[in-house]
Each structure stands twice: as C-alpha cells, then as structure tokens.
C-alpha cells in the first residue's frame, strides 16, 4: 500500500514502525519554513525541500526507510563570499531503532535514526541528512574572482635590494666577537 505521490507537506511527526509494517510510501514536501537548522547554515533555502520515502521491513526483520531528498540551497563562494545556488540531492537508508544499542546492532548499510517516543520527528531526521550532504566548502564553477587577485607568498623582484636584513647587524656583531 502507498500514498500516492503529492505535493503536500509531510507530516512533521509519524510513527515509522507502522508505516514499515504497511509498507508505505510517502512523497511530499519539507516546507522551507520548517527547516530552521539548515537556514542558520546557509545563505538561504530556495523553496521546499522535495522528498520520497519507502518504509519497509527487511530480511532480518529491521524497520527500514530508504528515501531521496531534492532541493536547492544557496551558500557563499569561499573566493567571492557572493550567495551561489548549490543543489541537494541525496539518498539514504535508516534503520528506526529505539535506543543506541540496537543502533549499534543494525547493518553497516542501515544509519540508525532513534524514534524516541510513539512517533518520529521526520523534520529533524531529514534536516539532519540535508545537513550531512551539504559540501564542506563552496566555491563557484567558473573564475568568480580573477586570479591576479592572488598571491602565494611570491615577491616582486627588486624588494629584496630595498629591504635590509636584520640580522645583519647580528652578523657584524658576530663577526666582531669572534677576532677578540
């Protein structure tokens, strides 16, 4: 049995455990609104966030959710500190597990998500995939900033005659001290 795919809003909290026993599918959108963890990290949120999401049992009995998110989000390039679009597109599966221990006993391919109480907090659960797929440093595709803006540390030549050392008076000195 599935919910025929929408565009409505997910519902912010469900009990996953009885929808992996029906075996539902669930497809809707993350309200831009109801995504505070994100917008505090981001320049902003370009609209909803699009998301599929298949409950299931597998083999070994373990409450499944694998699911898709689409979206886009606007960071700072890291060379022109200008608000570049970045999309977010990513897949998952959890395992649903009610404390840490049986996170610890779920297959490698399952990532535990906790469901505390009767339901879970699908907003949070999703934000925090949303957050885990975000790239670490952003930067435009394309030259945003023109590279003679840039230096490595290279001097132009003829500095080096204008600037005197100064450890060349420790040299003098040095040398003095040792004819005596």
Same mark, same amino acid.
């Not at 929408?6 to 519902?11: F, N």
């Not at 917008?39 to 998301?51: C, I, K, P």
């Not at 934000?127 to 975000?134: A, C, F, G, P, S």
């Given at each position: %049995?599935?919910?025929?795919?929408? !565009? $409505?809003?997910?519902?912010? @909290?469900? +009990? &996953? /455990?009885?929808?992996?026993? @029906?075996?539902?599918?669930? #497809? ?7 995504? *505070? @963890? ?5 320049? $902003?949120?370009?609209?909803?966030? @699009?998301?599929? =999401?298949?409950? $299931? ?11 898709? =998110?689409?979206?886009?989000? !606007?960071? =700072? ?6 608000? %570049?679009?970045?999309?977010? *597109? ?9 404390? *840490? ?23 949070? &659960? ?9 790239? %670490?440093? &952003?930067?435009?595709? *394309?030259?945003?900033?023109? #590279? ?11 500095? +080096?005659?204008? /600037? ?12 003095? #001290?040792? !004819? $005596?």
């Amino acid at each position: %049995m599935s919910i025929p795919p929408s !565009k $409505s809003e997910l519902p912010r @909290r469900l +009990d &996953a /455990r009885k929808l992996a026993q @029906r075996e539902q599918q669930l #497809s809707g959108t993350l309200p831009a609104t109801g995504l *505070e @963890r994100v917008a505090g990290v981001v320049e $902003s949120v370009a609209g909803d966030v @699009r998301a599929t =999401l298949d409950f $299931s049992r597998d083999l070994e009995g373990h409450f499944t959710v694998t699911g898709q =998110l689409d979206g886009e989000v !606007k960071l =700072l390039c890291q060379r022109c500190l200008q608000p %570049m679009p970045a999309p977010l *597109e990513c897949s998952f599966q959890w395992g649903i597990v009610w404390s *840490e221990e049986q996170g610890k006993a779920l297959p490698k391919e399952l990532d535990p998500v906790i469901q505390d109480s009767d339901e879970l907090d699908l907003y949070e &659960a999703l934000e925090d995939e949303i957050l885990l797929n975000l790239p %670490m440093v &952003a930067y435009h595709d *394309e030259e945003c900033v023109a #590279s003679e803006h840039f230096r490595a540390g290279e001097e132009p030549a003829g500095e +080096d005659e204008q /600037r005197e050392n100064p450890f060349k008076v420790l040299e003098q000195l040095k040398g003095s #001290s040792g !004819k $005596s």
